[in-house]
């Protein structure tokens, strides 16, 4: 079996027409962190961590150096209304921004924020909020606009308050603990009343928050799509959750119909826009009339409809599928530095008291091959925090930091006494909702190659693959599971460090749990006492660069952070990953936001550029 792998992978480049049938690679990554909470913001579909190229494998391209070329409003005059024509891949779970993250459409549409962030432009922009200051490193004063009000079927389109947006951010804790939220701690652990923050409301247009703990990265984090401003009187009438209530916010738009094959969404008739432009956003209502985002499962349909002018999203695509599309006149590929991260999350139950079993697995795996067969020869090294910032650690460390080495990894093996801790080999978790899983295959067939362990692949469903990847600690079917995110893209330690920090993915995804996580105490000590020490270690440095605003001393503190992940391999094993990202529009629309940012509603993307536009 290994023998015919490699003679059909490992000998030469994957063909090109085995990569456009097969341009899914990582997109079941890209659903494991949606269903496991990835937090945010870039999950159109099972097809959006595409591996694709990079013009230097060596070093990550600077965002300056790659970036993407938009069109902008100074081409033609601006064409007012029209209807954005989406599509995806599934109805939603939920429709609670506080609970669920796996599509960020009507987050994005029906729902105000305080504010979104540019990675791009490195700066933020004010939604619901005209301004802000910190006058220390746990307060923050935010300003509304006059004049916000709920649509007609929240609160009955009252005027929304500072009140509000504290009721909407003070719900995290119990979505958590009791609704099984997928919205990631990281993103708002730093303001969770649990944990000692608490917000001032002195006027309807003033809201304080003072933070449970000082972090960098609050201002990004606000970006998130799950920090919707929500009615209160929508939440009390749903028995305190959202998760059947359609339009509960402010947002640009609002539910127009919701079935099994679409969801439209209209203009709301309370929205005033905004007291200015800023950034992507209007003075006045947003340019298109309408939504209107069709269901479909079948990735060669979505793509299909996008050359007949029927859909203006596919999402993003390798570089074989953008040079196909490219020759199309609906189409339109927007390209620039990604800024992706994958992993291969150990569950750390059965991983945590084997140091010398984790770094056998590590020495296992043929880095380069993974770069050769699954990115097509050009990717780079991936790390804990996302290529595009400036604290990642360089190529040339981090592959001194992470080698391949057969022989030394089997000894380590015998060593460790593996074949007696996994008498039966390891399992993974392979999906049967997309087009290509060569990027689990190669992890499989490399770890029986190199290691002589075999793997087997469980496969599952999208119904039950959240299910499997977030079991709980102890009960875990799986040994290691590859995934891949681009959640939070716009600051550094989110973008990837939120699976391998227990307050993050960490605890619920990877199993490492430390005494005081605040799911805890849902699991016997004995299990706890497994990851407690690795857990406190990685979360205190964690916390330690979350709380750091000098640059130049967060950066040091991230670069150490990273090392030590490498070296303790646990529990997560960063891959190899795209260092180029392409993404295929409609050739129809204007002011499209460019590459990272497009995809991403932290980010300021596509599903919430209000200067965007449909050329008649």
Not at 190 to 209: E, H, K, N, Y
């Amino acid at each position: 079996m290994a023998e015919e792998y490699w003679g059909k992978y490992w000998r030469r480049r994957v063909s090109r027409r085995r990569v456009l049938a097969g341009g899914a690679a990582l997109g079941a990554g890209a659903a494991a962190l949606a269903a496991v909470g990835c937090g945010d913001d870039d999950d159109d579909d099972v097809a959006d961590d595409t591996p694709v190229a990079t013009a230097a494998p060596e070093e990550t391209a600077a965002p300056e150096e790659t970036a993407a070329a938009a069109p902008t409003e100074a081409a033609d005059a601006i064409t007012r209304g029209g209807t954005f024509l989406h599509q995806k891949a599934a109805q939603n779970t939920s429709l609670d921004p506080s609970v669920t993250v796996t599509d960020p459409l009507w987050t994005a549409l029906t729902y105000n924020h305080l504010l979104g962030y540019s990675l791009i432009e490195e700066e933020a922009w004010g939604d619901a909020a005209t301004g802000w200051e910190q006058p220390d490193a746990t307060t923050f004063v935010f300003s509304l606009e006059d004049g916000l009000k709920f649509n007609p079927e929240a609160a009955g389109g009252r005027a929304m308050t500072s009140e509000d947006v504290a009721f909407s951010y003070s719900r995290f804790p119990t979505s958590l603990s009791e609704l099984g939220s997928e919205v990631n701690q990281l993103q708002w652990g730093w303001m969770g009343v649990d944990r000692g923050a608490s917000f001032d409301t002195p006027d309807a247009q003033t809201l304080g928050i003072n933070l449970a703990f000082p972090w960098a990265s609050a201002v990004p984090s606000l970006g998130s799509s799950a920090m919707a401003i929500v009615a209160r009187e929508s939440v009390e009438a749903g028995g305190g959750h959202l998760k059947d209530t359609p339009n509960a916010g402010g947002g640009a738009y609002m539910f127009d119909t919701i079935d099994e094959t679409a969801n439209t969404y209209k203009r709301n008739p309370n929205y005033a826009g905004h007291s200015s432009d800023r950034g992507r956003f209007t003075a006045d209502v947003p340019y298109i009339d309408r939504w209107e985002d069709t269901i479909i499962a079948d990735l060669v349909a979505q793509e299909t409809r996008l050359i007949a002018g029927d859909a203006y999203v596919l999402g993003a695509v390798d570089k074989f599928k953008a040079e196909e599309l490219s020759g199309e006149a609906t189409v339109e590929i927007y390209e620039g530095p990604a800024n992706d991260h994958a992993i291969m999350e150990l569950d750390g139950f059965k991983w945590a008291p084997h140091p010398l079993l984790r770094e056998a697995l590590s020495l296992a795996i043929d880095w380069d091959g993974y770069i050769d067969v699954v990115l097509d020869g050009e990717g780079i090294r991936g790390a804990p925090v996302g290529p595009a910032f400036s604290q990642v650690l360089p190529q040339e460390e981090i592959r001194q930091l992470q080698q391949f080495d057969p022989e030394r990894a089997r000894q380590l093996w015998e060593q460790g006494g593996g074949n007696e801790v996994f008498p039966d080999g390891l399992v993974t978790v392979i999906p049967t909702f997309v087009v290509s899983t060569r990027h689990i295959e190669f992890i499989a067939q490399s770890i029986e190659e190199n290691l002589g362990v075999p793997t087997r692949q469980e496969p599952a469903d999208l119904a039950n693959y959240v299910a499997l990847a977030t079991a709980p600690a102890g009960q875990k079917i799986w040994h290691y599971f590859i995934a891949g995110e681009n959640s939070l893209s716009t600051i550094p330690d989110y973008n990837a460090l939120t699976h391998y920090v227990p307050n993050g993915y960490g605890a619920i995804f990877g199993g490492v749990y430390t005494f005081d996580h605040p799911l805890s105490a849902a699991y016997p000590e004995e299990i706890i006492a497994v990851t407690n020490d690795i857990g406190v270690e990685l979360q205190s440095r964690y916390d330690m660069q979350g709380a750091a605003f000098d640059p130049e001393e967060r950066k040091a503190i991230l670069q150490d952070l990273q090392r030590y992940i490498f070296t303790n391999f646990c529990c997560v094993l960063p891959l190899p990953v795209q260092s180029i990202q392409r993404y295929a529009m409609g050739a129809n629309l204007r002011n499209v936001p460019g590459v990272p940012d497009i995809q991403n509603n932290a980010s300021m993307g596509y599903r919430r550029a209000q200067n965007m536009w449909i050329d008649a």
